[in-house]
Every structure is written in structure tokens, then in C-alpha cells.
């Protein structure tokens, strides 16, 4: 069967509507088989159309997806030849579900993606990195790898690397440190995983729903990815809804939707008074600016915000932005690494001020330390950790602002005190393998 | 040439000795670990900066050159 067969496919195009994974079958049934690249150049053109698809990585930074597989397929070729794809799907982001859902409808679709990058990288090895707690995610993957194996393709060696249920340890440093025998912390280190990653090996490191898109982009093309969404934000992208009215979702968008259309989409709910979008390194917006702002990676960065991990939380009226601010942060100072001291003190010193300022009493000069702390914090740790909570404080801080005045007036309010938490917060980890 | 220094965020202890040598570049934050001012040092501050560099006891401060 060849690809021509097959027609491209419509919306949704990654979250079709299989409660169970698709087998090896279903799956070359729907989308037909992944293009083999028999030279060189055929290796080069692949990477090539996902440069023109406009493809940018889902796990959190937005890095071109083409302009990461030429790099490491650069260093590569420079490397004699050694390289290694790691699929991310270390899920370490509370909120999000995006990736395990993925992962239990279309596993062979995300294992197409990242073999179609050990191709186009020329890499020997897959490595398919799950956290322990994702154990339905981990049995799917692991039946999808069999089926592949019982199927005879002639394809690299794919293996699951398990991380520890912790926030950092899909960081691509710890990643790499994780998988190759250290624990799943941020690494310092001369080269970065695209230079010397596993094994001392370059290499490519990628979230699972941009593996996913883009195996459907080596199949149908970059024209085919651009029918949806806008030219400079190309394509759909999953997220992860929560309000208060609806059980978290998963919904595949398009780009160019509005953050007011894709809440509603869950179902009919009152307007909140602010989201959380990006997840806990996401920034909060009041819901006046964030109703009729545009998923498109432009217009979000000039307001400030990012799609980030693909995480959209509504907070409805009843409920305080401080409470959950100060839960979130101080989720995420637990999570440090423990490695940088900015980030073990500094977030701690701001959890504890920012928790009082929720739930006790702090003055004004509390609130002019805390900006004053979060300006000596950033971008002083080895990865992005306190950065990401940092800019969701400030963001809260600004938000929240009204609530501020409140509270410092008045104590914690009636909301802070009594309210259901709207962002989960996982119970403490311990260890870090 | 010109040098520029980098921190080990990981190796960093806090000793505070850098701070102590080159406060021209460096100083403390509330606790304790180095805030290094970006940007490049010129010739007559390269001295005071390997001086820190050669005082840090975990090997965290880095002096880069650039010809």
C-alpha cells in the first residue's frame, strides 16, 4: 500500500477518536506506511519539508522542529555517523495530558515520527522516554514496539527509558543525564544533547506530538500541514483544558483559534476571570485580554504569554489567582533540582512570602521583596526551572493585582481559605531515577 | 584580547571569594551566590578576574577568552 492511497487526513488529524491505541494495522490503514529515505538526499528533503511545514516543537520552547533535525543531523555526519532519537514523553508538567493521550490513541503514529528522525539523522537507536507513573502509556508503547518487532520492519532498535515523576526531568540535559545512567537532573555541560547527547552521541531531542505531526508531514507534505492554521503558526496543536465545570481535556486545535473558543469548546461554562496558558511556566492573563487573543505563536509572545507545554487553565470568578499562584509556585520550588543555589533558596524564600501573601498576612514591603528576590533570580539557574516560575509569578503578581490590595488589607480571602484548588498539585516525590 | 567570566551554577557553593577578589564585576545575592555582570572585562580588569577564578574552591567561576 502505498501513501498515494491514503487520503490526508481531515480534523482531527492526531487525536482521532479511538478509545483504544491503534494497532500496527489500524494504523498503516489510516495513513498508509511512513516514506522510506533510500539516499541521502531523500534524508535532506525530509528535513527540508519540515523546515517549509513551519513545524515548531510542542514539549515547551517552540523550537523549529526542521532546524533541530538539520542541526543534528549536522553534527552527525561531523560525529562519523552516531546519533540517537530520544522521544520525550516524560509528562513531568501536572496539568498537561496532552502527550499520554497521544501516546493511548496513536502510539505508531509518535514511533513513525521518531524513526522517521533516526532516518533523517541516520541515528541506530530509539529511545522512548516515559515517566514511572505514566504506566498505561508505558504498556501501550511497549505493545506498539512488539507489534513492530513481530512485524519484521526493518527499522533502528526502539527501547523505553523510565523517569522519575518529577517536573524536571523532561529537561532535555536531565533527560540525556537520565538515560544515560545519572539521575534525571539539569546538567552544566560544554555541549548541549543536539552536540553530545546519549552516549556522548548528538542527539534529537522531541516531544511526542511533534514527532507525531511530523510523521504526518513526511506522508502529506508541508502544504498539506499549512491547509490548517494560520501561515506563521501552521497546523493544529493539543492541549490541555481545566476549568471547574468539565473533567481536564485534551482537544486538538487550530492555530488561529481564540482562547474563548477553545474553552467553550468543552462546553458551555461561565467566563472565567482569568487563564493560566503554558502551564506552571505559563503566564496568567485576565480573561479581558485572553478571550479574544489568537493561538498564534506572534500574537501570543506580544502579549506575553506562550503556548508552552499546551496547558489552558480557566480559574472561574469564585476562586483566588493568588491561592493558585502560590500553590503552583510553591509546587515548583519543591521541584527544584536542588542543584543551582537561586533556585533552592531564591524560590523558596519567594514560596514562603508568596504562600503568606495568599493564605496570611504579609505587608506591602513583603510584595516589594519578592519582585525585588525574582529579579536576582533569573536565568542564574543551569536550565530554565526558576526562570519558568519566576515568570509565572510576576505574571500572577500582575494579574492579580486588585487581589493584592485585598488581601494586604484585609487578610486572605473567604476564596483563599475555603475555594476547591483549580490547578492540580501533585503530592511530594522522592528520588530522582 | 578580552575574557568574559561564566558561572557553574552547579558547582557554586557560595564561598563568596570571587565577590571578595573582583566586586568590580561581581557581587552577592541575598544568599550568597555570585551575580556576575554580563559583558565582556576589559584588559586592566583581567588580572582581578582570574585572581577570583583562581580563589574558587569548587572550580565553578570560568574565565572565557575571546582573541
Known amino acids: 500500500m502505498s501513501t498515494a492511497m491514503v487520503a490526508a487526513p481531515a480534523l482531527p488529524r492526531l487525536l482521532t477518536a479511538n478509545q483504544r491505541p491503534e494497532s500496527l494495522n489500524e494504523h498503516l490503514q489510516h495513513v498508509g506506511p511512513p516514506p522510506t529515505s533510500r539516499s541521502e ?19 515547551g520552547a517552540g523550537f523549529p522542529v526542521g532546524t533541530k533535525w538539520r542541526s543534528v543531523a549536522t553534527q552527525a555526519r561531523m560525529a562519523g555517523g552516531k546519533a540517537v532519537v530520544l522521544a520525550n514523553a516524560a509528562e513531568g508538567e501536572p496539568a498537561s495530558a496532552k502527550d499520554r493521550v497521544l501516546l493511548a490513541r496513536r502510539p505508531h503514529l509518535v514511533l513513525d515520527g521518531a524513526l522517521l ?10 529511545v522512548v522516554y516515559v515517566c514511572r507513573g505514566m504506566v498505561e502509556t508505558r504498556r501501550t508503547v511497549e505493545s506498539a514496539i512488539h507489534e513492530r518487532r513481530a512485524a519484521r520492519l526493518k ?8 523517569a522519575p515523576d518529577r517536573y524536571v526531568a523532561g529537561e532535555e540535559s536531565a533527560a540525556v543525564h537520565r538515560i544515560n545512567g545519572g539521575d534525571a537532573k539539569p546538567t552544566f555541560l560544554q555541549f548541549r544533547p543536539f552536540e553530545r547527547g546519549i552516549h556522548g552521541a548528538p542527539t534529537l531531542v522531541q516531544n511526542v506530538e511533534s514527532l507525531a505531526h511530523a510523521a504526518l508531514i513526511a506522508r502529506f507534505g508541508d502544504d498539506w500541514f499549512r491547509e490548517t492554521g494560520r501561515e506563521s503558526s501552521p497546523g493544529t496543536c493539543l492541549l490541555t483544558v481545566h476549568d471547574t465545570i468539565h473533567q481536564p481535556r485534551v482537544h486538538e486545535v487550530e492555530f488561529g483559534s481564540t482562547i474563548g473558543e477553545v474553552l467553550r469548546a468543552s462546553g458551555p461554562a461561565p467566563d472565567p476571570q482569568a487563564v493560566l496558558l503554558g502551564g506552571y511556566f505559563g503566564a496568567w492573563l485576565p480573561w479581558a485580554k485572553a478571550e479574544n487573543l489568537v493561538l498564534d505563536y506572534a500574537a501570543l509572545r506580544a502579549a506575553q504569554v506562550s503556548l508552552g507545554c499546551g496547558v489552558l487553565l480557566a480559574l472561574p470568578v469564585d476562586r483566588c489567582g493568588l491561592a493558585e499562584g502560590a500553590r503552583i509556585f510553591s509546587y515548583l520550588a519543591r521541584e527544584t533540582a536542588g542543584q543551582c543555589g537561586p533556585c533552592v533558596y531564591g524560590l523558596r524564600a519567594v514560596a514562603d512570602v508568596f504562600w503568606r501573601l495568599a493564605f496570611g498576612r504579609v505587608r506591602a514591603s513583603d510584595v516589594s521583596q519578592i519582585e525585588s528576590w525574582a529579579q536576582q533570580i533569573v536565568a542564574r539557574g543551569a536550565c530554565r526551572h526558576p526562570d519558568g516560575a519566576i515568570g509565572m509569578l510576576r505574571s500572577c503578581l500582575t494579574t492579580f493585582a486588585g487581589e493584592i490590595r485585598d488581601h494586604l488589607q484585609r487578610g486572605p480571602c473567604p476564596a483563599a481559605l475555603h475555594a476547591q484548588p483549580v490547578a492540580p498539585i501533585p503530592g511530594p516525590e522522592e528520588g530522582w531515577r | 584580547m578580552t575574557g568574559s567570566l561564566r558561572l557553574n551554577p552547579i558547582k557554586c557553593k557560595a564561598e563568596g571569594l570571587c565577590a571578595e577578589l573582583f566586586p568590580e564585576r561581581i557581587h552577592l545575592d541575598a544568599w550568597g551566590y555570585p551575580i556576575i555582570e554580563p559583558g565582556a572585562i576589559p584588559d586592566e580588569l583581567l588580572g582581578h578576574a582570574q585572581r577570583a577564578v583562581d580563589a574558587c574552591p569548587r572550580l565553578a567561576l570560568i574565565l572565557q577568552g575571546t582573541p
Open chain 1, 117 to 126: 528522525g533516526a532516518q533523517a539523522i541516520g541515528a541506530a537507536e530509539v
Open chain 1, 41 to 59: 538526499a531523500d534524508r535532506w528533503e525530509l528535513i527540508a519539508t519540515l523546515e517549509r511545514s513551519g513545524l515548531r516543537g510542542r514539549g
Open chain 1, 155 to 162: 527499522e533502528p532498535r526502539v527501547r523505553i527509558a523510565l
